[in-house]
């Protein structure tokens, strides 16, 4: 039960970017549409999930003095094989993303995980840990990346939804810089406003 | 596009590292809650950033390329970053007093900052000379200080502005930086820049 718990805190309730506000260059950056932003929150898990393992096979053997620059060699390990691995078989992801991929290496987000959480706990844990943050974090750029994408350019995935008359004249601002900053803003007053009422 | 001040006033305003390119939101939040703490921090910005851009060009040219070692780009320019800006620390608290009171608390910040490992991949990527490298990172920091100062003024007032609580904090900053974005995408298209 308490592993569970350890699985699905990273999703809804520590969600990264919609609750703790972590990680909020790649949010904003990728979530023009669906697909670049369930991209990016793969490849962020992908990174997370295998630091986080690796991290935590270590956390005996690893000094305490120089634990940071380790702990960034290994994220940025993974970082490259992701960073190869998209160029080779999704170049027109890899395009649109740019140069947010190699930049995963500097997200807190990721850091963050293995300072506060892989480096302490078990294998397991620090595997379900990495999974639900991960997953959390792809939700959150989905879900902005599905706003945007269906209101600045009237399709989901590729996919036309509103009819050809408001795919000729969308609500453009949605997809352009200013609409990220909008819709987490909006999205963030909501879930104070209707999930975290607790805690005010 | 090869003219060093076409470069920097694209760095400076079309391409606005905060706002266009969303690199560096970290500070532009949390940094950005006084003018003065906000000046501060845009001017260190704007020094790791040059000093940035000179070393990892430097690496990539001078040993990642000869060597064939490409793919370790990302490994060796966060480590070079974050010894650069360890190594700057040390000197400016030994030698020049004076900035390290200015700059030095913000310093040790810098080193996680995507903002300065962003610009020394796009230098990569976009093929810069040394010349053209620097004044993209210089017109890059200034860009970066404008929008987080004008962001400090914008908040000052609005902790004082009467804003429904679900909405107060990052929010209502979130919807202010979405208008200033809207702002700055009037400056697209300024001589012929995209």
Redesign the interface.
């Known amino acids: 039960m308490r592993r569970w718990q350890l699985f699905t805190r990273g999703i809804v309730k520590e969600n990264m970017v919609l609750v703790l506000?972590i990680g909020?260059?790649?949010a904003?950056?990728t979530s023009g549409t669906v697909r670049d932003g369930f991209g990016m929150g793969l490849a962020a898990t992908f990174v997370l999930l295998f630091s986080n393992i690796i991290i935590s096979l270590l956390r005996k053997k690893i000094p305490n003095e120089v634990r940071i620059?380790i702990f960034?060699?290994v994220i940025?390990?993974f970082?490259?094989i992701i960073?190869?691995f998209m160029q080779a078989f999704q170049p027109d992801l890899y395009r649109a993303l740019?140069?947010f991929v190699?930049?995963i290496?500097?997200?807190?987000m990721i850091?963050g995980r293995a300072e506060a959480f892989a480096s302490k706990y078990s294998v397991l844990d620090a595997t379900l840990d990495g999974l639900g943050v991960g997953l959390g974090f792809t939700l959150a750029l989905t879900v902005m990346g599905a706003i945007r994408e269906i209101l600045g350019n009237g399709t989901f995935l590729g996919i036309v939804i509103f009819g050809e008359g408001f795919k000729k004249s969308p609500v453009i601002?949605m997809i352009?810089?200013?609409?990220?900053?909008?819709v987490?803003?909006?999205l963030?007053?909501?879930i104070?406003?209707y999930v975290r009422k607790e805690i005010? | 596009m090869k003219d060093p001040a076409l470069i920097f006033l694209g760095a400076f305003l079309v391409n606005n590292i905060i706002?266009?390119?969303?690199?560096?939101?970290?500070p532009f939040?949390g940094v950005s809650t006084a003018v003065k703490t906000a000046t501060g921090m845009g001017m260190a910005v704007i020094f790791v950033m040059t000093l940035a851009s000179w070393i990892t060009w430097i690496v990539y040219h001078a040993i990642l390329l000869p060597f064939d070692l490409v793919?370790?780009?990302?490994?060796t320019f966060?480590?070079t970053i974050?010894s650069l800006v360890q190594l700057v620390e040390m000197f400016l608290k030994k030698s020049f007093r004076t900035l390290y009171n200015a700059l030095g608390i913000y310093l040790p910040l810098i080193t996680?900052?995507?903002a300065i490992?962003?610009i020394t991949?796009?230098n990569i990527?976009n093929k810069f000379s040394l010349l053209n490298g620097t004044v993209f990172a210089i017109g890059t920091g200034f860009g970066f200080t404008l929008v987080i100062i004008t962001f400090a003024a914008i908040r000052e007032r609005l902790d004082l502005a009467p804003i429904?609580?679900?909405?107060r904090g990052?929010?209502?900053?979130?919807?202010a930086?979405?208008?200033m974005?809207?702002a700055f995408?009037g400056f697209s298209g300024l001589f012929g820049l995209t």
């Open positions: 506000m909020l260059c790649p904003l950056a620059p960034i060699l940025s390990t970082v490259t960073d190869y740019g140069v190699p930049l290496v500097v997200n807190c850091l601002f352009l810089p200013p609409g990220a900053f909008l987490i803003g909006v963030k007053a909501l104070n406003k005010r | 706002l266009m390119r969303f690199l560096g939101l970290c939040f793919f370790l780009r990302t490994a966060i480590l974050a996680t900052n995507c490992l962003g991949f796009l990527d429904n609580p679900s909405m990052y929010p209502i900053s979130f919807i930086a979405s208008l974005a809207l995408l």
